[in-house]
């Protein structure tokens, strides 16, 4: 298959009133890692069910795996993996039968699907837990599991509805692990996440805002887009003071709060972390230190969920 | 396997053999399935018996004579009345309020002697009515006992020519008017229908509450292969739980089976199917266990009972009744079943019962599936 394994050209979804998806469009590349941002209600299942064919777009088209959504859902299906958001499998099954089931859904049978089952355990490190009940498992293992019943049948787009959620830190890294070689053997991976460090891990990411797609870049330009101001952390003592001092002051962009310490976006060309180092001991902070940090996902989300969006172009000639 | 044919049999078998793997861990399917139907039918078939023994009865008998006496031991003798007390046929209010007799008879004066003339003789027999089934059996009862009576009498007096002779009664099929063999057909259909209904009515609204629908409606299985993979391992649930009622029925009861037992098992089949379906629709339909599993038990319950002639000849409903029992499976299976268990039928008779079976069956399965949507909203 050549071309983009996604392409999405004005897709939108209205429920009644309700617009859930407004005019998104973009492209995703085989083998790429594309994370879906924003918040919830922001129109990121509804995106991803368009896609899987799961509902009909009001207008717009998309095309996945080479084949139209709305005209070719049955082909789209075939060709696709799904994790829904709502964990999906059978608990009072084994993990197993679970994949067994998944894989005769899509045809597989016989020693083909067995041999694949074998796969796929050994791939998501469920081998030694084939005869478990799935309702037994933790989270995080019924989440490696579910991905496994989602690429059972090799499908070339995978599509992971917020496939982290509430699981511990230690299965989220592991699960990305699994999410990164699977993109490596040139799987393409479209994941919608909650988590701003996770995002980190693709290569492109969309934010949605209100249905619509307001930001769409590598994170690292991303960040130069959305948060042109320096971003400094100041630590010492007595800060709180100080920092109503400092807010407010031409080009200081925010001060707030982070952690024990200060979190600062500034103007670089006013502003560095000497001046601002000279400006919190001024407004009585003693023991100071200020140093110059990357911004995060976190920063861009903010700037761009924070920021009102006027019509269909980004404020202030943003991309 | 190959081709598409091939990946639709794959995929209901897949579905078929996950649904075999839930309904082995979930023991409350096998017992709604398997145990519940044989515990109602042994509750019901000894429980509601319309055959009645040792009725308690009153005697006022004021002739007082052998003959009179002979009467009241033809009563009671057979051990289908037992004689409870005797008294005056005042006293019948008093006796039935407190339940000491369901009956009294009043033997007249000068019985032995009218008899002996060869005059008219009438008895009185006062009945509770307080249950008109319990009351239409004693007076079936003493009509014949009375008759018999008179008839010995008479032809022991050589009085032949002096009884008006009254048509004899047979009773065909079930010459001992035992409930059980106009029962167990009926049951056999009523049990059926719940357990069915009730089997896939959870299956369908369980993988929408579970999830697991939105799942399988991202793959390749389509919605035929949802209803037939759910249909076929209920439906080997199904024909045991037929067999175990039959089973019951004709060992623990004694119903014959008259006729063809294949025929028996055809007219079950299809009827099991539709139930299924029935379950089916409804799960489809609700999307939710708890809704689906009221409405099945209502939807397979009350017309299986009410309108299916298991308790009351459909000839004696109201019009629209009637009219709404045409669409009532059950209604073709007591028939069927009543047919080739009691009177032997085979295909000649049975043919629209079969015909109308498989065609409900068919109409509730298309509907399933056309009701079926498989995109989310």
Redesign the interface.
């Known amino acids: 298959m050549s071309g983009p394994s996604i392409q999405a050209l004005g897709l939108t979804r209205r ?1 009644g009133p309700f617009t859930a998806v407004d005019q998104v469009t973009f492209e995703v590349s085989r083998g790429e890692i594309f994370g879906y941002l924003g918040a919830n209600g922001a129109g990121k299942s509804t995106t991803i ?1 368009m896609l ?5 777009p009001t207008s717009g088209e998309a095309r996945v795996a080479g084949f139209d959504v709305a005209r070719d859902p ?1 082909a789209v ?2 060709s ?1 993996g ?1 994790m ?1 958001q ?8 084994p993990v197993s ?1 679970n994949l ?11 020693k083909e699907l067995r041999l694949r089952v074998d796969e796929i355990l050994e791939l998501t490190g469920l081998r030694a837990l084939r005869a478990a009940t799935t309702g037994s498992l933790p989270g995080g293992t019924r989440q490696r599991l579910a991905l496994g ?1 989602a690429i059972l049948h090799r499908p070339g787009v995978v ?1 992971l509805d917020e496939p982290t959620a509430g699981v511990d830190p230690v299965a989220r890294r592991q699960f990305w692990r699994l999410i990164r070689d699977l993109a490596a053997e040139g799987t393409t991976v479209f994941v919608t996440t909650h988590y701003l460090d996770e995002a980190e891990y693709c290569r492109r990411i969309g934010l949605m805002a209100d249905g619509r797609l307001v930001a769409l870049d590598s994170p690292p330009a991303l960040k130069r887009t959305w948060v042109p101001e320096r971003v400094l952390v100041a630590r010492g003592r007595n800060l709180a003071a100080a920092a109503s001092a400092l807010s407010g002051r031409p080009g200081v962009a925010a001060v707030e709060p982070f952690g024990a310490g200060l979190h600062l976006r500034v103007e670089p060309e006013l502003w560095d972390a000497v001046s601002v180092h000279a400006a919190l001991a001024a407004g009585g902070a003693a023991e100071v230190a200020v140093e110059e940090a990357e911004p995060s996902l976190e920063d861009v989300f903010l700037a761009v969920v924070g920021r009102p969006q006027p019509g269909a172009a980004p404020a202030e000639g943003r991309p | ?1 190959k081709g598409r044919l ?2 639709f049999l ?2 209901v ?3 078929a ?2 649904e075999v ?2 309904i082995r ?2 023991p409350r399917t096998l017992y709604m399935a398997l145990v519940m139907p044989v515990v109602m039918l042994l509750l019901f078939g000894f429980g509601v018996s319309f055959d009645m023994e040792r009725i308690p009865l009153a005697v006022a008998d004021r002739d007082g004579t052998g003959a009179s006496r002979e009467l009241v031991d033809a009563f009671v003798a057979p051990g289908e009345f037992a004689l409870s007390h005797r008294s005056g046929p005042e006293e019948a209010h008093e006796l039935f309020r407190r339940g000491r007799a369901l009956a009294l008879l009043v033997v007249p004066r000068d019985y032995q002697r009218d008899l002996a003339r060869g005059a008219a003789v009438s008895l009185q027999l006062l009945v509770d009515g307080a249950d008109p089934v319990t009351a239409n059996q004693i007076l079936a009862k003493a009509d014949a006992i009375v008759r018999s009576v008179g008839q010995a009498r008479a032809l022991r007096a050589g009085l032949s020519g002096q009884l008006p002779l009254r048509v004899k009664v047979y009773t065909l099929y079930n010459p001992e008017a035992r409930s059980a063999e106009y029962l167990v057909p009926g049951l056999a259909a009523y049990l059926m229908a719940i357990a069915a209904v009730l089997l896939t009515a959870l299956t369908v609204a369980g993988e929408w509450e ?12 389509g919605r035929l292969d949802i209803i037939l993979g759910k249909l076929l391992p209920y439906l080997g649930l199904g024909i045991l739980q037929l067999l175990l009622v039959l089973g019951v029925g004709t060992a623990v009861f004694d119903v014959p089976i008259q006729g063809s037992p294949l025929m028996v098992f055809a007219l079950g089949l299809l009827f099991l199917v539709g139930m299924l379906g029935q379950g089916l629709l409804i799960s489809v339909v609700t999307r939710n266990q708890l809704v689906a599993t009221q409405a099945g038990a209502l939807s397979a319950l009350l017309p299986s009972m009410l309108l299916s002639g298991m308790l009351f000849p459909i000839e004696n409903m109201p019009l629209v009744l009637r009219a709404l029992s045409y669409l009532i499976p059950a209604r073709y299976l007591v028939h069927g079943l009543r047919g080739v268990m009691l009177k032997g039928n085979g295909l000649a008779v049975l043919w629209p019962d079969l015909l109308a079976l498989a065609l409900l069956a068919a109409a509730v399965l298309a509907a399933a599936t056309g009701r079926f949507k498989r ?3």
């Open positions: 429920f069910r899987t064919g799961l509902l009909a049955e299906k075939s696709i799904y829904s709502k964990f999906s499998l059978y608990l009072d099954l039968e067994l089931f998944f894989g005769g859904a899509y045809g597989l049978w016989g019943c599509f | 396997m091939g990946h794959v995929r078998g897949a579905i053999a996950k793997l839930h861990r979930d579970r999830g697991s629908m939105e799942q399988l409606f991202a793959s390749p299985v995109r989310l909203a």
